[in-house]
């Protein structure tokens, strides 16, 4: 992962455009918030990936071609581009919106009322059947993923960074670059992906329990001091 003092100092692209980094978004992640010279912004995230994630934002491209959308459903976020930094760590460009708020950022503040939070979550399952729909597994659901509007009454999915269509043949080359990954973030990995398991578009909707019970406690099921452990309570325990 590159250091922060290093991100303003990178070239960024979006479909052409040079984007220049301003700030990062948040302290906890590497977003980070970009301006075109057109004074059009952008959200310019790294993916919290290890390995090689070139073959994941090259498939994602090929899905979006696949869907022939950008803003086909209210409640997806498609339009995006990618790229290599000349330092090998990759990164996702999405158009930005001020008045618009990731979904974990209310749910922390607990600024969301219940009859909120109810809209926000039926909107987010209407942009996940959408997606299904088209045969498209997310495979990174979670509040962190999901732009909220200004009314605080709908939400929409973004970051398809790590998204498979679920028919999607695999090169040789990709297979072996794929081989034994885990993606996702772990709090809201389902059991069969920690087992590595074919993954499906229940796999997305495992997700989406999570970050409904998160919308409603304040708190994910499981935690744990690694990644290992918080696998092994999702396979093994039931959330309290």
Known sequence: MLENKEIKDLEVYFKNKKVTLEKQLREDRPNFIGRTNDDEEYI?????????TS?????????ALNMNIGSGHPNVLLDFDFGTFSKGCDYIVLPYESDNIDLLH?????????????????????GLEYIHQHE??????KPGNILVKQSKEEGVIIDFGFALL???????????????IVVGTP?????????????????????LGITLYELFTGKVPFT???NVDIGLKHIYEEPT
């Open 44 to 52: 310019v995230k790294l993916p919290h990936f290890e390995g090689d």
């Open 55 to 63: 073959v994941l934002l090259e498939r994602t491209t090929r899905l």
């Open 106 to 126: 209310l749910i922390q503040k607990d600024q969301i009322s219940f009859a909120q939070a109810c809209k926000i979550f039926l909107s987010i399952c209407n």
């Open 136 to 141: 498209i597994v997310h495979r990174d659901i």
């Open 166 to 180: 679920k028919n999607f043949n695999l090169s040789k080359e990709e297979r072996y670059k794929l081989e034994g």
């Open 187 to 207: 709090s809201y990995i389902a059991p069969e992906s920690w087992m590595e398991i074919e993954y499906n578009q229940q796999t997305d909707i495992y997700s």
């Open 224 to 226: 744990a001091s690694c």
